[in-house]
Structures are given as structure tokens and as C-alpha cells.
């Protein structure tokens, strides 16, 4: 079972790749479909199907329709259904598409106005007749208010989201529904949160689901992640604080898992405690043997990134532990690749006065486990800065830019015994600029409808990255820094393969300004082990139009 992730764009590309250690010396080729166009004011939800039976594009007309465009396996576009939303009511929200046991379910919810009663629903899909199938499944609903957050859907567009969320166990048998109550007054001090936690079977049957209140006072408790392993257990992960004044102070608080089953009233609380080291990320996995790893980056002094780490949950003690070392700390030698002079003088200079050279603004982004056991961790650079530019009315209006800048790329392989396998970096300099306006409140804009940072596939032991780059970074020698790419204005589309010993290869797919496209790289989508969906746009490079243009990208390994 694999989620498909919600999509905003326009076109679509696939991607398929052949058999192991076909044509490895080759270069990717790329095959283009026909022409296609969403619905009138209508955004992407994303794209379900199999090479077998073709592929559905999937997208909403707020209140009227949810349109399936059908798609053969060559991608030729069959037909166009408009499934009325009628049934649904007036208050609904469309939450995501998910694909679960070789089914496809659109996730949406309902608000009764007089019981002030949320609901949440699966509506299966027919990826053959390209309709609804059946009648909808009722999963939950609840009296509270549930938090919820915009999404952006194109560059002048967001759609309200993210109420009801899911994950999915690492086998593909559970799938948790996780939702938080809206906070409430903050003044008072045994505020706790209220989260609710449901677990189905791949068949949608309820395991179990129970609404829980945390054990800690909201302004103490920060949750970071929700999971869900093969035996139907729900795991939260959070940083707690002593107190408010601790906080206040800037301590680093620590983490614990909070375990969750069908029988318990309360939670099995395991902690995770650097004495020496800060937390900078920190993500949790169940890996093949059905540990739930917890991996991350840390800080030696509480700035910048000095390595990553690799802990698991042990069921037997009860306690959080290290996997073999536990801690793999960045060599100065990878830091340094692929940067400037003037930034390797600075690191010269710190050395010279006894400081650690460490790296700067690291963001965890993916956890992956392959199919001999190891973990990979990946981890880009990213920073922005903000000018303020205010009316001179007297409505307190203004905007905000934004300048946003998505850097190198770090990738750490760890064997499943905790062996560090390999480290190494993948060179990118991205910049983009997002506005935000300012009417008595100041709104941040989602900067991944910019085009920017990458996209993580795996098959196998082998790790396949995509992101959008300038071209003369194809050739990139250790001792040079990449050039610049900057959204809206051209670029290729490039697609890194990591062998499962830490090779690289990389190979340029297309070239923006000469077919006129633009690729999200963030809105691609895993459908199976061997496809990989994404969005391509035709037309204007800077703005997310509505006509598209499917091309198929044959990926040789």
C-alpha cells in the first residue's frame, strides 16, 4: 500500500524503470504523450493507476465534481468523468487520494452544522471504469473543532487541509488516522492536547480508535510524528520540556515515544536523552525486523549540524537504544566538497582558531529503509530571509518577500547492525522568491510551488533523487560550487542515482526553455516499485497553468 500524495500540478510524467543492470551506461530517454487540460477551476489531487491498467489523473471543482481523466498505459487520454460531489453536502472538505490494497479510496470529510459533528469518509475509485465504486465508507467523526491547515494549490491559490491525516505501517497491513483537537485557551496551565488515533486493517475494518489526551501540558509538549507498525500499535513522537521557564530559557528539552494500543488506557512512554549532544531533526520508521527506528541530526554545540544519528525502540526493555555506534559525524573533507573558496577559507580560518567545522541550515527530509535493511537518511541545506514592505494607508497592509534558497543535498547509508556504509553529498544551489501580502496578519507562502528542493525514490538498495538544476552543473568537479538555479527561469531536470555502495550517477532529462515545461519535483508520487508519477507543466515557466502534457521516462539501472 502506498499513499499517493496530494498534487497541484498540471501535467503528469511517468516514470519507469526496467529490469536490473539493463543498458546501465545509458542515458534516461524521455517519451512525450498528447496534450490535456484540467476542468475549469479545478487543482490536482494527485494520480492513481498501474502500467496494466492505465492511469487516472484526479482532480476537484470546489462544490461541483471530482474529475478522472483516464489515461491508457501509453498515456494516451481515454475519457473524462466528472463525478458529482452532490452527495458529499455543502460542507465538505477533500482531505487526499490514498492507494491501499491494490484499491484506490478518495479521504473527504463532512460538517453537520447542527450537531456540529465532523465526518470522515472513503470513497473508493474504479481505476477501470474511471468512476466512484460502491458506497462510501464511514471511518469517524467527532464533535470537537479539528485543526487544520492550508495548502497551496497553485501560485495564487490554497485549499483548506490536513485534518484528517494518515500513515501507513512499513508492511502495508495498517493504516492510521491521526487528528488534533484545536487548541484551546492557552492561560490555562492543565491544558493538555487531544488527539485522536485510529487504526484500520488494508481492508478499511477499524482495529481500534480512541480519542487520548496527552500526558503533558500543551505549552511542555511539542508533537513531532505520528506512526503506525505491522501489529496495529500507534506511536507519538514529541519533545518535552521541565517547564515553561526551561523553555522560555532555550533548554533543549528532550524526546519520547508515546505507545499506544488497543487494550492500553494509557501510554508506554520510552525517552530518548542526548547528555552531550542537541537534536537538530528527528524523524521515526519501522524498519524490516519491525523496530521503530528514531534518526535523525544532531549538534555538538547546539548550532549548525555535526552528523547523523540512528536509535531504535527496544520492545523487550522498554527503552530507546543505539543502533552499533550510534553517532556518524560529517568528515571535513565531505563538508567541504562542492563550496566555494571564500567558504572553504572560513572553515580554514575556524579550524585555525580550535572551533569544529559543522554544517549549516541541514533539514531533514526523508527516511528509507531498502530492502537489505539499511537506512538511508536524507537532509537538504535550506534558509531564507524576508523583506518587509509596508502600505502607507491606514490599513495596516503590506507584504512580505521571501527569498528562499535550497542547497546541497546530504545523504547518509547505515547498515540495519548500525555500521555506517557511506556519507555523501549531492550539490544543488536553488533560489526562488515568494510574496506574501499582510492584511492585519501575516501569511508565510508555501515555497513548493516554487520547484525546488528534490524528490527521493528507491528501488531496491538503490536511491533515485530528482530536482530541477542549471545545466552547467552536470560535470561538477569536487573543488567547484554549482551554479545557480533559479525557479521560473528555465533549468533541466535532473535525475541522481545513489548505488547502494555510494556511487552517483547523474543524467539531465529535459531542458525547460526548450520544451516549454516546468516540473514540480516535489509534487511527484511513488505509485509502485517500479513507476514514479510526476507533474509537468506546458506553457509559461513562472505560473502554474491548467494544460499539460504527459512524457514517459525510461530509466535505465
Known amino acids: ?326 553517532f556518524y559525524e560529517f568528515s571535513p573533507d565531505l563538508i567541504n566538497q562542492f563550496e566555494s573558496k571564500k567558504a572553504i577559507e572560513k572553515s580554514e580560518a575556524k579550524k585555525e582558531k580550535g572551533q569544529k567545522q559543522s554544517v549549516s541550515h541541514l533539514e531533514l527530509k526523508n527516511l528509507v529503509v531498502a530492502d537489505d535493511g539499511s537506512i538511508t537518511l536524507f537532509a537538504e541545506q535550506y534558509t531564507y530571509y524576508f523583506i518587509i514592505n509596508i502600505s502607507q494607508g491606514g490599513y495596516g497592509g503590506g507584504s512580505l518577500i521571501y527569498h528562499h534558497f535550497f542547497d546541497d543535498i546530504y545523504v547518509t547509508r547505515i547498515n540495519a547492525d548500525g555500521e555506517l556504509k557511506w556519507t555523501t553529498k549531492i550539490p544543488k544551489a536553488q533560489q526562488g522568491i515568494t510574496k506574501a501580502s499582510f492584511y492585519y496578519s501575516w501569511t508565510h507562502p508555501d515555497a513548493s510551488r516554487l520547484g525546488l528542493s528534490f524528490h527521493v525514490h528507491t528501488l531496491g538498495n538503490d536511491n533515485y533523487l530528482y530536482f530541477t538544476d542549471n545545466k552547467n552543473n552536470l560535470e561538477l568537479k569536487s573543488d567547484q560550487a554549482p551554479s545557480v538555479h533559479m525557479a521560473g527561469l528555465g533549468g533541466t531536470l535532473i535525475s541522481v542515482k545513489i548505488a547502494s555502495d555510494g556511487t552517483t550517477k547523474k543524467a539531465p532529462l529535459f531542458d525547460f526553455r526548450e520544451k516549454q515545461m516546468n516540473v514540480i519535483t516535489q509534487d511527484m508520487s511513488d505509485v509502485t516499485g517500479k513507476l514514479l508519477l510526476g507533474r509537468a507543466k506546458y506553457g509559461n515557466l513562472k505560473h502554474n497553468g491548467t494544460k499539460g502534457k504527459p512524457f514517459l521516462i525510461t530509466l535505465p539501472y
Open 1 to 326: 500500500m502506498k499513499k499517493i500524495f496530494a498534487l497541484t500540478f498540471i501535467t503528469l510524467f511517468l516514470i519507469h524503470y526496467l529490469t536490473a543492470g539493463k543498458n546501465n551506461n545509458d542515458a534516461p530517454s524521455v517519451a512525450w504523450g498528447d496534450k490535456f487540460k484540467l476542468p475549469a477551476k479545478s487543482y490536482e489531487l494527485g494520480f492513481i493507476g498501474n502500467a496494466t491498467e492505465g492511469y487516472i489523473d484526479v482532480s476537484h471543482m470546489k462544490g461541483r465534481s471530482v474529475n478522472l481523466q483516464k489515461f491508457d498505459p501509453q498515456l494516451k487520454l481515454s475519457f473524462t468523468t466528472r463525478a458529482s460531489t452532490k452527495a458529499f453536502g455543502k460542507k465538505y472538505t477533500i482531505e487526499e487520494v490514498v492507494a491501499i490494497n491494490n484499491k484506490y479510496y478518495l479521504h473527504y470529510s463532512t460538517f453537520n452544522k447542527e450537531n456540529l459533528r465532523s465526518t470522515l469518509f472513503a470513497q473508493e475509485i474504479s481505476l477501470r471504469d474511471g468512476k466512484y465504486a460502491g458506497e462510501p465508507i464511514e471511518l469517524l467523526s467527532s464533535t470537537f473543532k479539528v485543526q487544520t491547515q492550508h495548502k497551496q494549490v497553485s501560485s495564487m491559490s490554497t485549499i483548506v487541509t490536513g485534518k484528517w491525516k494518515t500513515d501507513i505501517s512499513s508492511d502495508s497491513s495498517k493504516l492510521l488516522i491521526h487528528y488534533r483537537y484545536k487548541t484551546r485557551e492557552q492561560r490555562d496551565a492543565g491544558n493538555r492536547d487531544m488527539v485522536g488515533l485510529y487504526v484500520y486493517d488494508k481492508a478499511y475494518h477499524k482495529i481500534w480508535g480512541k480519542e487520548i489526551q496527552m500526558p503533558y501540558n500543551a505549552k511542555l509538549m511539542e508533537i513531532e510524528d505520528y506512526r503506525v507498525d505491522g501489529s496495529g500499535k500507534a506511536y507519538i513522537l514529541s519533545k518535552v520540556y521541565k517547564s515553561e521557564t526551561a523553555k522560555d530559557n532555550g533548554s533543549a528539552g528532550h524526546y519520547e515515544l508515546l505507545i499506544y494500543d488497543k487494550n492500553a488506557t494509557t501510554p508506554e512512554i520510552a525517552s530518548l536523552k542526548f547528555d552531550d549532544k542537541y537534536v537538530v531533526s528527528i524523524t521515526m520508521h519501522e524498519d524490516r525486523t519491525g523496530r521503530m527506528i528514531c534518526a535523525g541530526y544532531y549538534s555538538k554545540s547546539g548550532r549548525g549540524t555535526d552528523g547523523a544519528f540512528l536509535f531504535a525502540y527496544d520492545k523487550n526493555s522498554k527503552m530507546i537504544n543505539k543502533i552499533g555506534k550510534g
